[in-house]
Every structure is written in structure tokens, then in C-alpha cells.
């Protein structure tokens, strides 16, 4: 299934593989991407080993994973320009797994996870992911930035003894002294050299350059500081196909759909939010079920192919972008850079100073808040603000993916309470003795309440009209409301007619069975407009 869905979106890569306006890539652009490339390579392999110890499977596991799912994200994903790996959003929910279970169930959970991310892109499911309101993606981007600054903490303590968590440092001692002063200096000295490059040439990317700069000055001067090979060694061979070695039975499929469900939840919503962001820095739209397919592509071979599974990374993604990275070739060089270093380059990039790699993460953490959030607060409605924060609290407290679902709900929430007290009507009797009530805002469940208390059904004329011309009927709640307020007046001999219904409101009302037509007096909406109810269609009357 993956490899035929794979196949359907082969033609929509290559123009990706352009570098605008139809033009064949020149040796100016192939040069940026190959070295966007590079620069996200360097700044995946210590976030992969440290999401490896996350999860607490080998440091090759998690390499295998970020060469493995940017691969084939690279190759064949929604948007060019993103880099997807091992990130701790997944990490943090596979530790219990392997706890209990074993390395090889995380495999078969993977694989699960990749099948599931796959229908749901062969669903089409991933347009939702345009319900989230921008409040929410304003908490996700700062909620992330705060998360990627923590995990960047782990790297100050003692080597040997650093154990990262999907949030921050985990245990281990502090550096102190003399290491802690030269390790915060090169940090400094290289967020320096990426903000200063740019003013001087833009040949090489400011990420690249710093790092280099770094990591010549420490082992030119033989500068003792921690360094990538204090992580874990990254050397190793070609990833192997491998079945996972588990039972396949109902047992398995038990344990680990949990698991798989709530991984493909939570990759995609990374994933479908960071093609939302670097979509917004590259004035590109859509892409947003191709992607899923990909990613879940990506884990089903992950999966067979010993990779813990992967999903968007927001920061080497704002890497690759701000380093010129602008099609696929950057993120097909990174996942190539990133082999290269464990077949063969392992020794040198071992004596890469941490230092260094922590000064780019930390220009993406400037790089990636939305700093202008925090001086709109004060001038958004208080329920924006109160989203911004709140998605922000739980992205750094919880993970991002139910950080997004509480935003939206409670957006949601806060939509619907606004629109419930829009209702009202303005009241009026004519020459003939009707009386019209000319109901303002939505009729919905949440303003069902407030729509029957609009009516004085005891005082009113035999005959009373209400006017739907701006309002609209959108849920069953509402049809339930309208026969409530009908059987009222019939209880007491009086008549209750709706006009200028949308053909939206007709067809729920006439599907309902609660409409007769009466007369045909609203040319604008071409429909019978002026309806008596028939009451006695829900309530079994």
C-alpha cells in the first residue's frame, strides 16, 4: 500500500528539485543546499543519540532513524525544506515501551505507527490540521522553542553522566569552574559567528561557519570541553533489513496499538504544524496529506530497518531553511551527510565540541519564538492571549501534541460561548397584527437555550413569524429548539411560521421533517421561505 501511494505522489517531486521559476538548479544553489545540508547533518547526531537514551535503546537506533525517515520525508514529503528524525516528542512515549516490552516490540510499534500515518493521508485527513487556530500555533512555536532551550541544558553537565529528557536535562552533575566557564564562552562564540556571518558573506551558512569556527579553535588549542564522542561513539554499519522479532498474535497487536495510536497522533501534529511554519517562511501551501503519507512511509521502513521512528523536527528544520535549504536536495544531503559520518567519518565528527552545536540550537530558539506574541498579548482578546499561554504551558510541561489539542478546544469553546450569547431578536408588530421576531446570530447548541427565551409565547398574537434572514440554523439542537418553541404556541392555539431560511437551514429543516411550505415570498434565497412548522416530529408528538 505505502509503495503504491509512495508512487502516486512521484511525479509531484520534481519540480521540488527546481530552484524557482522552472529553472534547472545552478552550481551557486546546488552548493547552498548540499551545505544547508551538511550544517542540519552536524546538529542531528548529538538530538539523535540524546532521544536514543530517551527511549533507552542504542545511540544507532536513533541515528538509523533521523538518516532513515529524512530520507524518504526528504525524497518524497509535502513540503521541501523540512528535516524529520528521532525527536524527543516520540522518545518520551517510548520509554515505558522498551521498559516493559523490549527494543523489538518499539520496532513493531513503528511499523504500526507508520500504517496508521498512511491511511490517514490516504483519508485526507491531514487538511484538519488547518482548524488549528493561529493563537495555537503562536503557543506551539513558543512552547517548542522553550522545549528545544531545555534539552540543550543536558549538555552542560559532566560527561558521562549527561541523560536527556524529552523536556530538559535530566540527572547527572553540573559542570562547574573553569569547564562550565569555557563551555558557556564557545556557546557565546558561536552564536556570535552565526549572527555576524551573514553581514560579511553568505557563501557559507552561518550555522556551518560557526560550528567550524568552534571546533577549530577547541582542538587547535586543545581546549578540554565536551565533545560529540562523550555522547555515545556514532560509529556503525549499514542499517539491516530485520523483521521485528515479536509474536504475531493478538497479544502483540494488543500491547502495541496504544503505543502506535498515540505515536502517529503526535508525529503528525508535528509534522503538519511545522509544514504549516516552514510553509509560512517559504510562501509555500499544501502538501499536507503527502506528507503524512511520507511520514508514515518513513516509519514503516524505520520500523523494518532498526530506526526508532521519526517525525518533523521544528529546529533543524528553522536550520536548514535559514541556511538557504529550499528543496529537496537539502534534506536528501543531510540524511547522506549523516550516513557518511557513521560509516565513515565517525572519529572526526566524535571531536565536534558540544559547545558549538548547542550555540546553533540556541539561535533556532531565538530564531523560532514568536517574540511579537508577547507584545500582542495586551492587545488580543483575553481568550487569544489566555491560548497563547496556555498552549505554550502544556507544550513545555506535557508534549506538543496535547498541547494542540487542549488549544483548540479550548478555541473552540470559546468560539462557541461568543456565539452563543450573539443571539437575540429585534421585535416588531405589523399593520395586521402579526408580530416578527428577526433573530440575530447563529442557532446552535450552544445558543439553543438563549433562542427560546427570545419568545413571550402567552403575550403574543395568534400569529407570530420568526425571521431567520441573519440568522442561521446549524446543528440539531437547534431543529430541537425550533419544535420546542413551536409546541408551545400550539399548546396554545397559536401559530408559529419561519422565513428567509438559507438553503443550508431549509435542507436540515426539511430533512427533518418539521416544514411545510406556505408561501413563496423571498426571491433573494429562490426558495418557499415562509414555512409552518410541524411540530410533533422529534418529541414523538
Request: a neutral charge; hydrophobic letters at 55%.
Amino acid at each position: 500500500m505505502a509503495r503504491a501511494l509512495l508512487a502516486r505522489y512521484a511525479d509531484r517531486i520534481r519540480p521540488d528539485f527546481r530552484a524557482g521559476s522552472g529553472e534547472t538548479l545552478s552550481l551557486a544553489r546546488m552548493r547552498i543546499e548540499l551545505l544547508a545540508g551538511l550544517t542540519v547533518a552536524l546538529a542531528l547526531v548529538p538530538e539523535a543519540v540524546a532521544f536514543a537514551f530517551v527511549a533507552g535503546v542504542h545511540p544507532l537506533v536513533g541515528l538509523y532513524a533521523a538518516f532513515l525517515v529524512g530520507l524518504v520525508t526528504a525524497l518524497f514529503g509535502g513540503r521541501p525544506g523540512m528535516i524529520s528524525g528521532a525527536t524527543g516528542a516520540l522518545a518520551v512515549v517510548m520509554v515505558s515501551l522498551v521498559a516493559e516490552h523490549g527494543v523489538e516490540y518499539l520496532f513493531a510499534t513503528v511499523v504500526l505507527m507508520g500504517i496508521l500515518q498512511v491511511a490517514v493521508g490516504a483519508l485526507h485527513w491531514g487538511k484538519f490540521i488547518r482548524l488549528v487556530p493561529h493563537p495555537v500555533m503562536l503557543g506551539f512555536v513558543n512552547g517548542l522553542a522553550i522545549v528545544i532551550f531545555l534539552a540543550q541544558l543536558g549538555q552542560f553537565k559532566v560527561p558521562g553522566t549527561v541523560e536527556a529528557t524529552g523536556h530538559g536535562a535530566g540527572g547527572g552533575e553540573w559542570l562547574t569552574g573553569l569547564p562550565l566557564y569555557a563551555m558557556l564562552g564557545l556557546v557565546v562564540l558561536t552564536m556570535a559567528v552565526i549572527w555576524v556571518m551573514p553581514k560579511l558573506t553568505k557563501v557559507i551558512p552561518a550555522p556551518l561557519a560557526g560550528i567550524a569556527v568552534v571546533a577549530a579553535v577547541v582542538i587547535g588549542f586543545g581546549i578540554d570541553v565536551p565533545r560529540v564522542g562523550d555522547l555515545a561513539s556514532i560509529e556503525g554499519g549499514l542499517p539491516g533489513f530485520h523483521l521485528p522479532g515479536v509474536p504475531f498474535e493478538l497479544e502483540t497487536l494488543r500491547i502495541i496499538l496504544p503505543y502506535a495510536v498515540i505515536l502517529a497522533a503526535i508525529g503528525l501534529i508535528e509534522s503538519l504544524l511545522t509544514l504549516n511554519l516552514v510553509g509560512e517562511m517559504t510562501g509555500k501551501r499544501g502538501g499536507a496529506s503527502q506528507e503524512c503519507i511520507a511520514q508514515g512511509s518513513a516509519n514503516i521502513i524505520t520500523g523494518f530497518f532498526g530506526g526508532m521512528g521519526g517525525c518533523a523536527m521544528i529546529g533543524q528544520s528553522m536550520i536548514n531553511v535559514k541556511s538557504g535549504g529550499r528543496t529537496r536536495i537539502a534534506g536528501i544531503a543531510a540524511a547522506l551527510f549523516l550516513l557518511s559520518f557513521i560509516l565513515f567519518a565517525s572519529p572526526l565528527i566524535e571531536q565536534i565540541p558540544l559547545a558549538a552545536l548547542v550555540g546553533v540550537m540556541f539561535m533556532v530558539v531565538i530564531g523560532t519564538f514568536a517574540w511579537n506574541s508577547v507584545r500582542i498579548l495586551f492587545r488580543v482578546p483575553r481568550t487569544d492571549a489566555f491560548v497563547i499561554v496556555l498552549v505554550t504551558a502544556v507544550t513545555v510541561a506535557e508534549d506538543l501534541a496535547t498541547a494542540v489539542v487542549v488549544g483548540v478546544i479550548v478555541s473552540a469553546l470559546a468560539y462557541a460561548w461568543q456565539n452563543a450569547r450573539r443571539i437575540h431578536a429585534d421585535v416588531y408588530t405589523t399593520a395586521d397584527g402579526q408580530k416578527i421576531y428577526r433573530v440575530q446570530g447563529p442557532l446552535f447548541f450552544g445558543s439553543a437555550e438563549g433562542f427560546a427565551e427570545l419568545f413571550d409565547v402567552g403575550a403574543d398574537p395568534k400569529s407570530v413569524v420568526v425571521d431567520f434572514a441573519d440568522s442561521r440554523v446549524v446543528d440539531q439542537s437547534a431543529l430541537q429548539a425550533i419544535e420546542a418553541v413551536a409546541l408551545k404556541y400550539e399548546a396554545v392555539g397559536k401559530t408559529l411560521q419561519l422565513r428567509h431560511l438559507s438553503h443550508d437551514c431549509h435542507a436540515l429543516l426539511t430533512k427533518a421533517g418539521h416544514l411545510m411550505v406556505d408561501s413563496d415570498d423571498d426571491p433573494d434565497y429562490a426558495i418557499a421561505a415562509d414555512y409552518t412548522v410541524r411540530t410533533g416530529i422529534l418529541g414523538g408528538h
